[in-house]
């Protein structure tokens, strides 16, 4: 399983666009980079998947360079309502054991 | 879509008392998945069943903890002898076995040992 490395906290204000960069150096070929979020008390939410370029859908974008050792989440005009914490997941249909470290908890200000 | 469902949302043991959690996942979904949570970390995999098998557990998971998916659907988590380092958040996962199948999640049941 591909280990990732993100950051552990971002500020940001509202209306602004909050850019996540996740590191997946030893990704593999037939990995996937899955982002989630989790608000207090909640279990994780699938945000958006990718494989490679760039995947949008009415959340965020994912943008993965050519190489894919990185992936970037994009939140266009975070509200308060988008402070939560955000985990990039990496692995194929089969990895059930997926790690979803510390994630990153991102704090929107008004 | 219902969602995943978990029962109950909040327990509080006294420890050395057995507690058993329930999850009902998405009714097509044949993956299911326990993760546990604590404060500031990401939810740890422990146990992943596809249909009624139980196909891998994690080291996490010592002799006092078992589940069950009797007949693929709900399952069920308990844990004997419990400890005041049980505590955590207990969550449900399921999905299918599409190639781009992500987790889905119920809200998890917060243990508390005291």
């Known amino acids: 399983l591909a280990k990732t490395t993100q950051p552990i906290s971002m500020d940001s204000y509202e209306g602004q666009e909050v850019n996540i960069t996740c590191s997946h150096n030893n990704i593999a070929t037939n990995d996937y980079i899955t982002w989630y979020q989790q608000f207090p008390s909640q279990g994780p939410r699938f945000i958006i998947q990718?494989?490679?370029t760039k995947v949008t859908n009415e959340v965020a974008s994912l943008f993965i360079p050519a190489d894919r050792k990185s992936s970037t989440l994009s939140l266009p005009r975070v509200s308060l309502s988008d402070t939560a914490v955000y985990y990039c997941?990496?692995?194929?249909?089969?990895?059930?054991?997926?790690?979803f470290g510390a994630g990153t908890t991102v704090t929107v200000r008004a | 879509d219902t969602g995943v469902s978990q029962d109950p949302r909040h327990k509080i043991t006294k420890r050395g008392q057995n507690v058993t959690f329930r999850c009902d996942p998405i009714s097509e979904h044949n993956r299911l998945y326990w993760y546990r949570q604590t404060l500031g970390q990401g939810p740890e995999f422990l146990t992943y069943f596809q249909n009624e098998a139980q196909l891998e557990k994690s080291r996490l998971l010592s002799d006092r903890f078992s589940a069950e998916r009797p007949k693929g659907s709900f399952s069920t988590l308990e844990i004997q002898r419990t400890e005041q380092g049980d505590s955590a958040m207990y969550l449900c996962a399921s999905s299918s076995t599409g190639v781009l199948s992500p987790l889905h999640f119920g809200n998890g049941t917060r243990l508390t040992v005291t």
């Open positions: 990718g494989y490679k």
């Open positions: 997941l990496v692995g194929d249909s089969n990895d059930y054991k997926l790690s």
